[in-house]
């Protein structure tokens, strides 16, 4: 419980940390005031005033926040005012919040990749791993069998066996395999799995470490937080047209994956707070009201309509937008019980 209550202040701390300092920064840059950079929520535990900001540490370490002037139309307006400045000017500020949970999963990725490197399934048809009381271990199948044909079609990729097998229906496979230069056969029925919704034998690849240098870490880094972001907007896809569930996880679902990966080590929960954090910043580029996005949307009315909307439609938008948000909150809370007690 304690290891999953410190990982989980660690990684929500992280993601609020770039998230909210590129607001700040960008704040800064453009010559808006900020009157508090905050890191958590409540009462301050830590507060300290340099120039014009409040630089404070809150008792709540869920979330954060900056206090930008001028952003609440009540406020007293100036030069220095968020509404003051140009309409480029404010949009950079509301989105480089998000533009900061895709810079920093490459830099943990790049950390992880420089000093744990990486490992690279083979494509070789090849056995790596066989999984107990699966299917290819009950057929007699062995850690570095090479797989040669599969009801009597030869087989010469990893990525050819794994269709096989998928395509095999109901029936069993005859898989032809080479051991210590000895030619074998086994019979193997695949079984369904409902996690990957596919037909498996229970094997894996051949694994290679590789440690690349800076520079292809760079490059590799940039590549896989391209390549999560991509999948993440096919999952928010196949959800809003209904071809796969509305999986999400709420507070309690987020902690719980925390602390199981947590229990496994630093590195993959570096890993796992790279995926987050740019759940986070496609989740905030949404045009919901109320979150970036949303600000995003109502600030290209503003330049369309070249003035800006009333602060009764503005609060107006800005309830919807919570109120959906509140919505979101509690089903994924329901979700995240309704999983606690089906794992039970």
């Known amino acids: 419980m304690l290891l999953t209550i410190v990982a989980t202040i660690f990684v929500i701390g992280l993601l609020v940390f770039f998230h909210e300092f590129g607001h700040f920064a960008t704040a800064k840059a453009t010559g808006m005031g900020v009157h508090e950079f905050a890191i958590g929520f409540g009462p301050k535990l830590i507060s300290k005033k340099y120039g014009d900001t409040v630089y404070s540490l809150r008792i709540i370490p869920l979330g954060g926040f900056n206090k930008i002037a001028g952003m609440d139309p009540d406020e007293e307006q100036n030069e220095y005012s968020f509404n003051a400045k140009p309409i480029w000017a404010r949009m950079l500020v509301i989105f480089a919040g998000s533009f900061m949970n895709f810079v920093l999963p490459v830099l943990l990725l790049y950390l992880v990749l420089l000093t744990s490197g990486m490992d690279i399934p083979s494509n070789q048809a090849v056995v790596g791993t066989v999984i ?17 044909a599969i009801n009597g079609v030869k087989v010469e990729t990893w990525t050819e066996m794994v269709n096989a097998i998928r395509q095999s229906g109901d029936q069993a496979l005859e898989i032809n395999y080479e051991r210590d230069s000895k030619s074998g056969a086994a019979t193997v029925v695949p079984e369904y799995n409902e996690g990957s919704n596919v037909k498996m034998i229970g094997v894996a690849p051949v694994v290679n470490h590789y440690q690349p240098n800076p520079w292809d870490a760079a490059g590799i880094a940039v590549k896989q937080t391209y390549l999560w972001a991509a999948a993440i907007i096919g999952g928010f896809h196949d959800m ?3 071809k796969a569930p509305a999986e999400v996880a709420g507070p309690l679902g987020v902690a719980k994956i925390v602390g199981e990966v947590a229990q496994i080590g630093f590195i993959p929960l570096l890993k796992l707070a790279a995926f987050l954090s740019i759940n986070i910043g496609m989740l905030n580029l949404l045009p919901v009201p109320a979150l970036d996005g949303g600000h995003i949307v109502t600030l290209a009315v503003e330049a369309i309509r070249r003035k800006p909307l009333s602060p009764e439609k503005q609060q107006f938008v800005q309830m919807i937008g919570l109120a959906l948000l509140v919505m979101l909150f509690v089903f994924a809370t329901f979700k995240d019980v309704t999983r606690w007690f089906e794992g039970k």
């Open 132 to 148: 107990a009381g699966q299917p290819a271990a009950k057929a007699g199948l062995s850690s570095g069998d090479r797989i040669t």
């Open 240 to 242: 809003f047209i209904g």
